[in-house]
Nanobody, 121 residues
Framework: QVQLVESGGGLVQAGGSLRLSCAAS????????MGWYRQAPGKQRELVAV???????NYADSVKGRFTISRDNAKNTVYLKMNSLKAEDTAVYYC???????????????WGQGTQVTVSS
């Protein structure tokens, strides 16, 4: 069984910074793409940033230049450093991982439980 555990959300003033972390644990053989998504009230979940195990990244246009995604492959952990936060960044942030796990080495996609980020203006 695999778990994704997120941490680092909270309340911050506009212009401030936060760092989110997400650690994958369990019977993992390899982790391919890891990423962050967010969902604001009344809106659909949207991609924020993703990173491959080789370090290639992709960002939503709304966060380019402000957010940085990184990962520690040895720890199966992905990070999201968020700078210059805006009120519109307020959302529940979810970690996602595409990985190979289990005794049969099957491919799975997992979501974390979500962490709230609130930016006050």
């Amino acid at each position: 069984q695999v778990q994704l555990v997120e941490s680092g959300g909270g309340l911050v003033q506009a212009g401030g910074s936060l760092r989110l972390s997400c650690a994958a644990s369990g019977s993992i053989f390899s982790v391919n793409v890891m990423g962050w998504y967010r969902q604001a009230p009344g809106k659909q979940r949207e991609l924020v940033a993703v990173i491959t195990n080789g370090g290639s990244t992709n960002y939503a246009d709304s966060v380019k230049g402000r957010f940085t995604i990184s990962r520690d492959n040895a720890k199966n952990t992905v990070y999201l450093k968020m700078n210059s936060l805006k009120a519109e960044d307020t959302a529940v942030y979810y970690c996602n991982a595409d990985l190979i796990a289990g005794s049969t080495w099957k491919r799975f996609n997992y979501w974390g439980q979500g962490t709230q980020v609130t930016v006050s203006s």
